[in-house]
């Protein structure tokens, strides 16, 4: 699937004010990730993975919250890295966020 | 580096017309690429390179080229994937369009 138009893309609900639609290569993943559910009180409760992960702040304000650093206030245009492994977490600080996210290698449990 | 705010970041003269300000993980990258030297009569000649691609098209309008694909007219929210290898380029159909780049591994000539 060498394309991804936003408009014909199969959109999968994450659960309530969270839809994320992706495009992979084999070992490189790509995901938009669509909140409408914020601002929220406080931070998702962390979370790891083995998969090296890039984002990219779309539209928005959120903090990024990334074991052994200091809290980050992002906004659109800000990127962030998350190591392998790495505890990470982020609070959305506006109603609607967009994020897009990278990892390698592909998460394969977002292919079910 | 964890976080790369865009009021902040190292950002690199391609050319006329061409920056970029990139993170990046050991295998992971992702490069947000601005043009203002658009629109384009034509498209960049092709190229390849070893390392997985994807895009994300945060503004403008282009036309993505991908060896042995049909071509693409491609706006803000698309997205495109490039394996291994496969040729590829894109024309901008606007002045000012901006991308993010993700790369396995990383482009190491970009770090220099």
Redesign the interface.
Known sequence: ??????SEATVTKVKEGVERKL????????V?IDFTNGPWSEPEPPHSHVH?????V?SGEII?F?EG?PD?R??A????????NKKHTIQLLTKEVRL?D???PIRQEFLV
Chains 1, 2 share one sequence.
């Open positions: 699937m060498p394309v991804l138009k936003s495009i992979h290569a084999e070992n490189l993943m790509m938009v090296e992960q890039t984002t990219y779309a990024f990334c650093e980050q992002l906004k245009g800000d990127m962030f890295c998350v190591p392998s897009i990278s990892f390698n």
